[in-house]
């Protein structure tokens, strides 16, 4: 074996020792991955119920609320709902809801979310403006109409030939949903209330008029139903048509949105709850 | 040798018999097998010349098996030479009678002087590349720094220019623009699904335990079918059939056990390997978490029933888990391979007709999950049993390869998550396939290689013809320009979550019914040459990709196998330098590669506006640069090796949120929502940059009847924060390894 010669074993060296230095102060390994500029900046999920004391919706911020599993992200950001025909404006509280999820015994896991609420009126047939905006003036927000009241739902029994209710909508433009509400009395004598949509079962007989049939306690309640009442739901003209998208098409962003600069969908119901069973 | 056995030759030789029996009348032939006379293990390489009496020369080269054919010799006397670097040179006489089929082996012994020479082959080191091709051979591993005394196949490979990997764990190679379900990894001639371990300087393949391994980027010819990418088919070494010998090694990664011996001397031997990470013991070491587990045991029979036939049994299994993403204490994702690879090789020289017979048997099988060892979230398996026959008949211009082939593939997955239902598949394809590769030597210096090859999956896709060819033309002895083309298909895909790099989790299944198989058209050529010390080579190449299955995007977080259907280019060049001055010896790789999907979906409409979109997928490194020196001071011998790889796409996330479906009123104090992962277009942003110098010196030790071997390195030794990947879902970022300096030693028996 030769070995190298002096001269050439000190430049190699050399050239290795500035290509060390080279290397180690160059190119920056630091990354951040998001897309930050623009819009979209919130995602809002919910309605305004003309039928409700406290109005309730889920509001993100999509670049706080980061990682799916992450701790609570503080909610910096200012809720407001106007009503321009007023110039009433209202700004919304926020608070914290925790979900947890177990998949294993060992492994439980909180998500949490951020709903905004509210107690402020809301009426049928009215307009209003809900905005979210961030500390930086950042903001999103949606138009929505209340739609007007209905009459109440014809509520035909179950005959000889059909076990189910009949239930006919007259009077609506957009069905949001059709919910049984049962009142359920358990093994251990607790009394709980469990509502069923029943959205999925309707059909449209004309533009404002629907018929939804439903066995009552096909669903396993797994009690006694003390009573049912039936709830419509109206809904105003931001509420999504969901109807033609599967699942994976629903859930795609902007598949179905009213936000404007966010993401998300909000809209405006009148609700009418009739008893079923008594 | 059985009936059924006896039968499929007969019907073989007959084949290959008919059109030729006229020449075969008068020509003789000369063939045999190539050893090495101190282990008994065939040598890849040797030169073998016949001179006849008016002074032509003949000559052909030795396969991987140590198996030569010279046919078309005229009858009457020849000088033979049989010569191989680090061996002493054969010489012989013989006579060749009119039609003789002449079966000569010869052991070449080692010589201690000539195994100094420098190594020059057309085809080996990595400075060389033919056609796509390149083999490699123990010594080139040998040069890259590897946290073992011995190193690996899968270090070296991702010191190629072609060669793309994701990181240094994982074990995920993408050539070319392909993507690692892509491959066709053979071992002694079967596939193996997932041969690369975890921590991504290992594999299956040891340097201890390979003989060589034929390296195609692209263009290979149509012996090999059923993968769109690249082909790794790897020949293990036959274990010495003189005498027994040991090895044992540890490092802070890895412990290995290695016996070899002949069971019946010169005639039968066996090789033996077991290894076992330790890495995850040896945390402590480094205050560092390594939550990696991987290991491998491999046993190879080989046997010389008689001196014109040889038969191996190879026996594979290996295992890995660990936690790709180790600061992700949330989904806990432990991932989860394991293969089994069994091979049957019989090759037999007939002694009435001068071909080739060869036969593999395989049966490959791996199960891949992610997820709590008790209750994966996601599992898929593979199982694939293979028969395939290989007849080469060598004429004085043509050399006719062809075959066929019975395959039974079964597949099936079971995909859960936490925000869906519980998905489950099986698939079972069944097929059969034959090949034709004629290669024509239009002149002593230009090589022609027409093929066809031909597969039917009759319950799942139409037949297929897939037409290729390959040429070589060598101006002068030290200049090649070598070309290839062809088309390929793929019966069976692996799905990826391609959202995330950093998962290697494959789900295996045919094409979507009604589908076509993934196809790719690939082109390619390029040159090299040797200047005195410097080998240079370069190679353009362009690929067109169809009917690709990749998964649908979707907003939710979770695996999906809901495909959908993409095309794509691809074109780059290889160019690599390599320099052996006395002990010094430099390699310079630098690949460029540009790559780039279109895939269209509806629902992309309704975020982007248009349902088509163009990317470049995650695996597409624009520029990549390797230097490895390797310097051997006798005492010593250091290696170094620098690489550089621009950043990989990835999808800039915009952010996230709980999405409640309006299918009625929403219930936001009670409906969590399913998550949702709001993003840009597909892979619009890049990861930064990434490189890393690993640097190992070496110390040989003759303890008399052993040897030791005494290593220190590092790996990432400026300790750079090289980035792995950035999950999407939960916005975390993974590097790969820290500097990690080490410690290994090896005993050897001498």
Not at chain 1, 90 to 111: A, G, H, K, N, P
Not at chain 2, 363 to 371: E, K, Q
Not at chain 2, 642 to 662: C, K, M, V
């Amino acid at each position: 074996m030769r070995p190298l010669d002096s001269p050439f074993r000190r430049s190699a060296l050399l050239s290795v020792l500035c290509g060390l230095l080279f290397l180690t102060s160059s190119c920056d390994p630091s990354v951040d991955p998001f897309a930050r500029d623009g819009a979209p900046y919130f995602s809002i999920v919910g309605v305004l119920d003309a039928g409700r004391d406290t109005q309730s919706v889920r509001v993100a911020s999509l670049r706080d609320s980061v990682a799916l599993g992450a701790p609570p992200v503080p909610f910096n950001a200012t809720v407001t709902s106007e009503h321009p025909a007023s110039g009433r404006r209202t700004t919304w509280r926020d608070s914290l809801f925790r979900f947890r999820f177990v998949r294993d015994e060992d492994l439980q896991r909180d998500r949490f979310v951020h709903n905004a609420w509210t107690t402020a009126d809301f009426r049928p047939n009215e307009t209003y403006r809900f905005t979210v905006t961030d500390p930086n003036g950042a903001a999103s927000s949606a138009t929505v109409t209340l739609p007007d009241t209905f009459p109440a739902p014809e509520l035909i029994p179950p005959g000889m030939f059909s076990p189910a209710w009949d239930i006919r909508v007259h009077g609506v433009d957009r069905l949001a949903d059709v919910i049984i509400i049962y009142r359920v009395e358990r093994s251990s004598g607790e009394i709980q209330t469990v509502e069923i949509s029943h959205i999925a079962d309707t059909v449209r007989l004309s533009p404002q008029e629907y018929s939804i049939d439903v066995v009552v306690g096909e669903e396993p309640l797994s009690g006694t139903v003390l009573s049912s009442d039936v709830r419509i739901v109206a809904a105003g003209p931001e509420w999504p048509e969901s109807g033609d998208l599967d699942d994976e098409m629903l859930v795609a962003p902007g598949a179905v949105s009213n936000v404007e600069d966010g993401l998300g969908y909000l809209a405006g119901v009148t609700s009418k709850t009739v008893p079923m069973i008594e | 040798m059985c009936l059924r056995l006896k039968l499929a030759l007969l019907l073989c030789l007959s084949l290959a018999g008919l059109p030729l029996g006229q020449a075969r009348a008068q020509e003789a032939t000369l063939r045999g097998f190539i050893t090495d006379q101190s282990t008994g293990e065939p040598l890849q390489g040797a030169n073998v010349i016949v001179r006849d009496t008016s002074g032509a020369v003949r000559g052909a080269v030795s396969e991987p098996n140590g198996l030569y054919q010279i046919s078309a010799l005229a009858p009457g006397r020849y000088g033979v030479r049989v010569s191989f670097v680090g061996y002493a040179a054969h010489t012989d006489t013989l006579r060749l009678a009119p039609g003789q089929i002449k079966t000569l082996n010869v052991a070449l012994t080692p010589t201690e002087q000539q195994l100094e020479e420098v190594v020059v082959s057309s085809k080996a080191g990595a400075a060389t590349i033919q056609g796509g091709e390149q083999t490699v051979r123990p010594a080139d591993i040998q040069r890259i720094p590897t946290p073992d005394v011995s190193g690996d196949l899968a270090s070296y490979l991702t010191s190629l220019p072609s060669v793309v990997s994701a990181g240094d764990r994982g074990g995920q190679l993408f050539i070319r623009g392909g993507t690692a379900s892509q491959n066709l990894v053979l071992i002694d001639g079967t596939l193996v699904y997932q041969p690369f371990h975890i921590i991504g300087f290992f594999s299956a393949f040891p340097q201890d335990l390979v003989a060589n391994a034929d390296v195609y980027a692209g263009g290979f010819g149509a012996r090999y079918s059923g993968r769109i990418s690249s082909v790794i088919d790897v020949s293990m070494r036959e274990g010495n059939k003189q005498q027994f010998e040991g090895a044992a090694s540890l490092s802070p990664y890895l412990a290995s056990a290695r016996i070899e011996g002949p069971i019946r001397e010169g005639k039968m031997s066996m090789i033996g390997s077991v290894r076992h990470s330790i890495i995850e013991q040896a945390e402590p070491l480094y205050s560092e978490s390594f939550p990696f587990q991987f290991g491998d045991q491999f046993l190879k029979l080989h046997s010389i029933p008689q001196e014109n036939s040889r038969y191996s049994i190879t026996a594979l299994h290996t295992y890995d888990r660990g936690r790709i993403d180790t600061g992700d204490t949330d989904r806990n994702a432990v991932f989860r391979w394991r293969n089994l690879a069994l091979a049957h090789r019989l090759v037999v020289l007939p002694s009435t007709v001068p071909i080739l017979f060869e036969m593999n048997n395989g049966i490959s099988y791996v199960r891949n999950a992610v997820g709590t060892p008790d209750r994966p979230e996601r599992s898929s398996e593979a199982l694939r049993l293979n028969t395939e026959l290989h007849l080469t008949r060598t004429m004085r211009r043509l050399e006719f390869d062809w075959g066929f082939f019975a395959r039974m593939q079964w597949s099936g997955f079971t995909l859960g998550e936490q925000f869906a239902n519980i998905e489950i598949d099986s698939d079972v394809l069944f097929g059969v396939g034959g090949y034709l590769d004629t290669k024509i030597s239009l002149t002593d210096r230009f090589d022609l290689t027409p093929g066809l090859a031909l597969s039917w999956y009759p319950t799942t896709y139409t037949p297929s013809a897939e037409p290729r060819v390959r040429l070589a033309w060598h101006p002068h002895p030290n200049h090649t320009f070598s070309a290839a083309a062809g088309l390929y298909r793929q019966p069976i895909v692996g799905v990826s979550d391609e959202r995330d790099t950093g998962s290697v989790f494959v789900a295996w299944m045919p094409a979507p019914e009604g589908q076509h198989q993934p196809q790719a058209v690939h082109v390619l050529g390029g040159w090299q040459g040797q200047f005195g010390p410097i080998q240079l080579a370069a190679e353009g190449y362009y690929k067109h990709l169809s009917h690709l299955s990749v998964p649908r995007w979707s907003a939710r977080a979770r695996f999906t196998t809901d495909l959908t259907l993409a095309s794509g280019n691809v074109y780059g060049v290889d160019t690599r330098l390599g320099w052996q001055r006395g002990p010094l010896y430099t390699y310079l790789g630098y690949g460029f590669s540009w790559t780039r999907y279109t895939a269209t979906q509806d629902d992309l409409a309704m975020w982007f506006g248009e349902p088509i979109q163009a990317y470049h997928p995650p695996h597409d490194r624009r520029h990549q640069l390797n230097a490895v020196l390797s310097l051997d001071l006798g005492m010593f011998t250091t290696n170094v090796r620098w690489e550089y790889g621009s950043g990989l796409p990835f999808t800039q996330p915009i952010g996230f949120d709980e999405f409640i479906p309006p299918r009625g009123v929403p219930d936001v104090q009670d409906d969590f929502g399913e998550p949702r992962l709001i993003y840009e277009k597909p892979y619009q942003g890049r990861l930064p940059a990434y490189h890393r110098l690993d640097i190992s010196v070496e110390r040989a030790i003759d303890l008399g009847s052993a040897e030791l071997t005494l290593q220190a390195g590092g790996i990432n030794v400026y300790d750079r924060n090289n980035l792995f990947y950035f999950d999407l879902f939960t916005v975390q970022r993974v590097d790969q390894l820290p500097l990690v300096p080490y410690l290994s030693l090896k005993l050897a028996t001498n």
